[in-house]
């Protein structure tokens, strides 16, 4: 029965393959005029900055892959033209130069703008705080993009997420750190929360753009860095200015990349062009995560077996002294505003909710399943 | 110094914003013939069918928000009528259905397509495989798409993925499992390479679409199923027809979801159309992760605290057992003919590097950082 069942269908779809594809190609063939006459032909020309140095890869490639898409997708009607930190504002002014309107458009990551609010940290990402999957889940559909929104909307800047590192690695150091008194003194670059984190433990952080680290490395000007992880950091060539290698990416779990956008320049476009950068903005946020997962191991190999990078793993008691102070530091910037109050109760209840379901999934995944 | 430049920085930004305001509204305000006249105003409607009941969550829905992005982004160019399974065609008819163009589109996952070739059901998620985060890495940027693609292509179909349900949970059981030799006799929904997992464990593994699952599970047609996870379990209501609700997820830690087109509809369509469809696809696949990961902790609280759902872990002898006979399956769809053996290898050797940089990273995120 099974079977003539599905030649009937299939003799069946046969003839209605023939209609649609007969509906398909008369559609093909004529050119409403209504439909015509509804579309937008205005195009509009963006400058998009970005916190990363020229073409770099991934992050600069992917915003570069982000306005492709959007050229594509819209005929040309909407191009952006991304520059490289520092060839139209230097890395780090993205924000002010999107809000002001000297660029519609940026990349980076929202820690970078924690002068500006402290609770843009919230949404790259916190030290112990959510993945890239629990981190988009609670963006997505968490509430966590309405919240975005709102603080961004004094600076009149629209937020949307565009890329995730994955977990990073812990960063390069030139000492062991044995204790955690070796943070003692220690100069760190390393953004946002973490470099409270650093400073608790008696390091001081130092925040510079991607450009400038290999050459403070490299000549004592700190004595760590984090970065990425290890594809990005082998390009980085922090291999050649310090010996070890640490994990895990206790600061930076999984940070989500963004691009904020001048809100008059969005609100122009056509509801069309709109849903075109939303679109291409999560796809950024897919492909980036991908990339890095992709590469992460054949970087990581090279490092250790052909340029003899000594790979550590933080000791245990140094990781727990480092979750004691990152409360600390996070109850200190959750007190410090009614913004950063309201996006970290958001967080830290979606995260205690998304954890507890991670423990019967994703953790039974990487103990249990792959082992 | 620091501040000095800054105010610098924002005089010059100021000027360049009225510069740029000028740019934007001066192009706003002309319609260039030239650039109208390249764009395509041939308008398209398509029919997709779905694998699941109409309108059915996360699933159902994130294809019509799917079918609800292409039409906002092509201003209407791209219409995509949306169908659940069993409107227009039999929810597992779906392959066939756009391969002869019966539908131009289909939202299902590849597995159910594993009498057309079995190779299929390495791109929807293997038992002890992938988890969604290694699974995109290695379709977006591993290869697994390009391969993908040489599969379909016989078929005249273009694959895309669409939609990743996470780490599922172990299924819905009317017995407990105590040891391996539980699952002899037992009747279990479970598609794909889980099904014959189960079969060598002296089950018998049933292929039903969703709709008919729980009937199915509370006549006693079958013993045990599996389905995804909390929150669409609990929508399914199975915990009224079976007591016991297991995990881990062993035999989909991270189903990919699969949008197939008919080939000579999508080529049919302009660049513009086709990269519209890629990147609401790549969204689509983002959001509903996103959704099910924001919603399975409330389901799994209220199955177990409100309907007395009693939550079971498979022991680790039975897991073990699981995993060997696992081996056993996948080794024999490897040798089934030369395209899976081909698909195999690509998808064993992405794993292997993957999961060697997870170690240092997501399973450190889940057994330190997040703890």
Same mark, same amino acid.
């Given at each position: ?109 929202? &820690? ?39 603080? &961004? ?90 010996? &070890? &290698? ?126």
């Amino acid at each position: 029965m099974e079977s003539v069942k599905r030649r009937d269908f299939i003799r069946k779809a046969s003839v209605a393959a023939v209609g649609a594809a007969g509906v398909v190609s008369a559609c093909a063939s004529e050119k409403t005029n209504t439909a015509t006459a509804a579309r937008s032909t205005e195009t509009f020309n963006w400058k998009m900055v970005t916190t990363w140095p020229p073409h770099f890869p991934i992050l600069g490639v992917g915003a570069e892959k982000f306005a492709e898409w959007v050229d594509v997708m819209s005929e040309g009607r909407l191009k952006i033209q991304v520059y490289g930190g520092g060839e139209l504002v230097p890395p780090l002014e993205g924000f002010d130069a999107v809000s002001q309107g000297a660029a519609e458009i940026c990349h980076g990551a929202a &820690y970078y703008w924690a002068g500006k609010a402290p609770a843009t940290q919230f949404f790259a990402g916190m030290p112990f705080g959510m993945n890239a999957q629990q981190q988009n889940a609670w963006i997505y559909s968490g509430g966590g993009l309405e919240l975005w929104e709102e603080l &961004y909307q004094p600076f009149t800047l629209v937020p949307m997420p565009a890329g995730n590192t994955g977990v990073q690695m812990g960063g390069w150091y030139n000492r062991e750190i044995n204790s955690i008194a070796d943070f003692k003194g220690l100069k760190m670059r390393i953004p946002g929360l973490g470099g409270k984190v650093i400073s608790k433990a008696g390091g001081s952080a130092v925040l510079s753009a991607g450009g400038e680290i290999y050459t403070n490395l490299e000549r004592g000007v700190i004595d760590a860095t984090e970065w990425i992880g290890p594809y990005h950091d082998k390009l980085m060539g922090f291999h050649r200015a310090a010996k &070890y &290698y640490y994990y895990p990416g206790w600061h930076e779990p999984g940070t989500t990349l963004e691009l904020l956008i001048n809100k008059s320049a969005f609100q122009s476009l056509p509801e069309s062009l709109q849903q075109i950068v939303r679109t291409a903005a999560a796809r950024s946020n897919l492909w980036m995560l991908s990339e890095f997962e992709a590469q992460n191991h054949a970087a990581l190999k090279e490092l250790v077996n052909e340029h003899g990078v000594q790979l550590r793993r933080f000791p245990d008691d140094v990781i727990a002294q480092l979750k004691t102070y990152t409360e600390e530091v996070i109850a200190e910037v959750a007190a410090s505003d009614p913004m950063s109050k309201k996006v970290y109760e958001s967080y830290s209840a979606f995260r205690a909710n998304v954890t507890s379901w991670s423990k019967l999934s994703e953790q039974q995944y990487y103990d249990t399943i792959s082992s």
